[in-house]
C-alpha cells in the first residue's frame, strides 16, 4: 500500500514538477551558449561597465528564477498534499483502506524525493548556466578549496572526507524533510480552522519556521555555541561551522520528529473534511 | 454473524462552544441484505453520521462498529461510499480513475466498471475536468457500485441530477445491489425512491426518531414513507 | 417502464396484484419460468428483496412453484388459474358496482346500462 500512495503522489507531482524544472535546465542551458560560454573567458574585460552590468544582471535574473523554482516546488507539494487529503478528493483519499501513517509515511517520503532532486536540480542549474571552464578554473578552484580547507581538511573533527561529504548530503535531506513536514503541519493543523484553512496554514509555517530560527539560537546560546564569538584568541571558523552544523542537524531531526507527530494527531484525530 | 452497522451511544459535538451535539447518543443496529434510507431535513445529522461511520470523523463518546469493528482500514476495505461532494481528482483521466480504485480496493470489479461506462458511452480517456457535473457523479456512483462491498454508504445520490439521470442512478444501485450487502442511502428526495427501500430512518437534531420498515409504515399508517416524512417534519 | 405503484399500500401487495394480473391476461404462460427476482426488480424498479417477499407469497398460494435450481415457474393447474381469473373479475366488479352505487344508479339500472352498451361493442 505504501508503495502504490507514493507512486500516485509522485504521478501527481511529476508532470509540473518535471515541467518546471526542465524549463529552468532549459534556461540555464540557453545562458551558458549564448551568454556566459561568450562572456566568461580569459580575455573578458569585466571592467567594461556594459560586461559588468550584463554580468551583474544576468546573475541576479538567474537567482530570481531558481528561487521561483525552489518556491514552487513547496507550494506544490503544498497545495498536492491539501488537496488531495483535505478537500473534497479527501473523501476518497481518506476511506482508502490505508492508515493514517502510511498515508503521512508515503507523502513525507515523496516530498522530500522531490524537495531533494529540486535542490540538487537548482545547484546543477547554476553550475550549467556559470560554470564555463575560464569559471571553473578561477573561481570554482578557490571555492573548492576554501571549503576543503574550511571542512575537510583542518580540524572540523570529521573523521574522513568521504564521511564529511555523507554528512553534507544528510544534512540536506534532513533540511527539506524539515521543511516538507512543517508544509505539512502547517496545512493539517490549518484544516481546523473552518473557513480560513489556507490563510491559517500560510500564517502557521511563518510561524514554525520563525520558531525553529529562535529554537535554534537558544540552543546555540545554551550550549555555548556563542561564547566563542566572544573569545577571538581560541575561535577557529571551522570548528564553529561544524558545531552548528552538526547542532542544526540534531535540531532538525527534533524537529521532524515533533511535526511528523503533531501532523499525524491531526491526521489521526482531528479530521474534518468540509 | 454481526450486525452490519452498530452506533451505541454514538454523540459528536463539533466545538465545546457549539450549543448542541450534531448527534445526540444515537442508539442503532443495521442487519444485512437490505436497503435503508437515512433521511432528515438539512443539519439533522445524517452526514455526521455517515462521517463517523467512514472514519472521517472521530466520536465524541460513543462508539460505531461496523461488522463488529471499530472504523479503520478494515472497516474501509468492506465499505463503498459515496460522498456528497466531487471526490475525483479532476486532471485525472477515467481510466487512470478506475485502476486508482482497483489497485486499492481487492473487492474492485473493473470489467463491470467498464461495461457501465461502455454503456453510457463515456470515453474512458477523457479526463474529469472535460466531464458535465453529471457525468462525473455517474463515473464516480459506477466507481463506488463497482466494488463488492458489504455496506454501501451513498449520500445524496440523487441529489442534483435531473430525472432520466436518477432512473439511471437508481437501477445501476439495483442492479448492482447483491443480497447480502446492505445499502444506506441519504436523500431528501424520498418520493423517487422510497420502492427500492426496505427500511428509513428518520433523524431530526441528531437523533433517530423513527426506524421502521417501509411495509410497516404503509400497513400500520396506511401512509407513504413521503406523507409520514411531512408528517413527522411538519414545520 | 417502471410498475405504477400506489402509495398507501404495501409494495409487496401490489407486486402480487400486478403479476397475478400478467397471468390471468397471459403475458406469464402457464407451466413457462417467471423472470428471476433481479429482473423483475429492476423491471418494476423495486428493491429486490420486496419482489422476493411477493413471489415468495405468490409460492405460498401455489400459483408459482420453484426449480430448485433453476427459478420459479408459473402453474399448470387449471382450475387454479380459472379460480384466480374468476376472483379477479369478481373483485373488479365489485369496485364497478361500488363506485356506480357511489353515482347514484340502482341494481337494475346499472345493469341495462351495461346490456345497452355491450351491444355497441365490436
Given amino acids: 500500500m505504501l508503495r502504490k ?14 515541467f518546471v524544472h526542465a524549463f529552468l535546465l532549459l534556461a540555464a542551458l540557453c545562458i551558458r551558449i549564448f551568454i556566459s560560454g561568450r562572456l566568461f573567458h580569459e580575455d573578458s574585460d569585466f571592467s567594461d561597465p556594459y560586461t559588468a552590468m550584463a554580468v551583474g544582471l544576468l546573475v541576479v535574473l538567474f537567482s530570481l528564477a531558481v528561487v521561483l523554482v525552489l518556491f514552487s516546488t513547496e507550494l506544490l507539494i ?38 531533494t532532486l529540486d535542490m540538487f536540480l537548482c545547484f546543477f542549474s547554476v553550475y550549467l548556466a556559470f560554470a564555463t571552464p575560464y569559471v571553473r578554473e ?12 574550511l571542512l575537510l581538511m583542518s580540524d572540523s573533527g570529521l ?14 535531506i534532513t533540511g527539506v524533510a524539515t521543511t516538507v513536514l512543517t508544509i505539512y503541519a502547517s496545512v493539517a493543523v490549518g484544516q481546523v480552522l473552518f473557513g480560513h484553512r489556507i490563510i491559517g496554514a500560510i500564517a502557521l509555517f511563518f510561524v514554525i519556521n520563525t520558531a525553529f530560527s529562535i529554537l535554534s539560537f537558544i540552543a546555540l546560546a545554551l550550549t555555548g555555541g556563542l561564547n566563542m564569538f566572544f573569545t577571538p584568541a581560541t575561535f577557529n571558523p571551522a570548528m564553529h561551522v561544524k558545531y552548528s552544523l552538526v547542532l542544526t542537524e540534531w535540531l532538525s531531526v527534533a524537529t521532524i520528529l515533533v511535526l511528523y507527530l503533531l501532523t499525524y494527531y491531526m491526521m489521526k484525530k482531528k479530521i474534518n473534511l468540509d | 454473524m454481526n450486525p452490519i452497522l452498530e452506533c451505541r451511544g ?61 472504523p479503520g482500514v478494515e472497516t474501509k476495505r468492506c465499505i463503498s ?28 470489479n473493473r470489467q463491470r466498471a467498464g461495461q457501465m461506462l461502455d454503456d453510457l458511452q463515456i470515453d474512458e480517456h477523457s479526463r474529469l475536468k472535460t466531464l458535465s457535473k453529471g457525468t462525473t457523479e455517474k463515473v464516480q456512483l459506477i466507481l463506488v457500485m463497482s466494488r463488492d462491498a458489504d455496506l454501501y454508504v451513498l449520500d445524496e445520490p440523487i441529489g442534483g441530477v435531473d430525472p432520466a439521470a436518477r432512473d439511471y442512478i437508481l437501477q445501476t444501485i439495483l442492479t448492482n445491489y447483491n443480497e447480502n450487502a446492505t445499502i444506506l442511502l441519504s436523500t431528501h428526495l424520498i418520493q423517487d425512491i422510497e420502492n427500492i427501500l426496505d427500511r428509513v430512518l428518520f433523524m431530526r437534531t441528531g437523533r433517530l426518531v423513527l426506524n421502521s420498515s417501509v411495509d410497516e409504515i404503509r400497513m400500520e399508517k396506511k401512509k407513504s414513507v413521503d406523507m409520514m416524512f411531512r408528517e413527522v417534519f411538519k414545520c | 417502464m417502471p410498475w405504477e405503484l400506489q402509495n398507501d399500500r404495501p409494495i409487496y401487495l401490489q407486486l402480487m396484484e400486478q403479476i397475478r394480473q400478467d397471468i390471468v391476461s397471459g403475458k406469464y ?17 423495486v428493491n429486490p428483496n420486496t419482489m422476493q417477499k411477493a413471489l415468495s407469497e405468490l409460492e405460498r398460494s401455489g400459483l408459482v412453484y420453484s426449480q430448485r435450481t433453476s427459478g420459479r415457474y408459473i402453474t399448470e393447474d387449471e382450475t387454479m388459474l380459472n379460480q384466480l381469473k374468476h376472483e379477479l373479475a369478481v373483485t373488479h366488479i365489485r369496485q364497478f358496482f361500488g363506485k356506480m352505487k357511489q353515482l347514484g344508479f340502482e341494481h337494475e339500472e346499472i345493469l341495462s346500462l351495461i346490456q345497452e352498451l355491450a351491444k355497441e361493442e365490436p
Fill in chain 1, 138 to 149: 578561477t573561481v570554482g578552484r578557490e571555492l573548492l578549496q576554501a571549503w576543503k580547507e
Fill in chain 3, 29 to 45: 404462460e402457464p407451466g413457462k419460468k417467471l423472470p428471476s427476482v433481479r429482473e423483475l426488480a429492476l423491471d418494476a424498479a
Fill in chain 2, 81 to 108: 461510499y459515496l460522498p456528497e461532494r466531487n471526490c475525483l481528482n479532476p486532471s485525472m483521466r477515467v481510466k487512470d480513475m478506475v485502476s486508482y480504485y482497483g489497485d486499492f480496493y481487492d473487492n474492485f
Fill in chain 1, 78 to 115: 503544498a497545495v498536492r498534499f491539501y488537496k488531495n487529503l483535505f478537500s473534497g478528493e479527501g473523501y476518497l483519499t481518506l476511506t482508502l483502506p490505508v492508515t493514517p501513517g502510511q498515508h503521512l509515511l508515503s507523502r513525507t517520503i515523496s516530498g522530500t524525493l522531490w524537495g
Fill in chain 2, 10 to 70: 454514538l454523540t459528536k459535538r463539533y466545538s465545546r462552544t457549539s450549543a448542541a451535539n450534531a448527534l445526540d447518543h444515537l442508539n442503532l443496529t443495521l442487519e444485512r441484505g437490505q436497503i435503508v434510507g437515512l433521511l432528515g431535513p438539512n443539519g439533522s445529522g445524517k452526514t455526521t453520521l455517515i462521517k463517523l461511520i467512514n472514519d472521517l470523523l472521530v466520536p465524541t463518546s460513543g462508539t460505531v462498529l461496523i461488522d463488529g469493528k471499530q
Fill in chain 1, 5 to 18: 500512495l507514493i507512486k500516485y503522489d509522485l504521478k501527481a507531482l511529476n508532470p509540473i514538477l518535471i
Fill in chain 1, 159 to 172: 573523521p574522513s572526507p568521504a564521511a564529511a561529504v555523507c554528512f553534507y548530503i544528510l544534512f540536506c
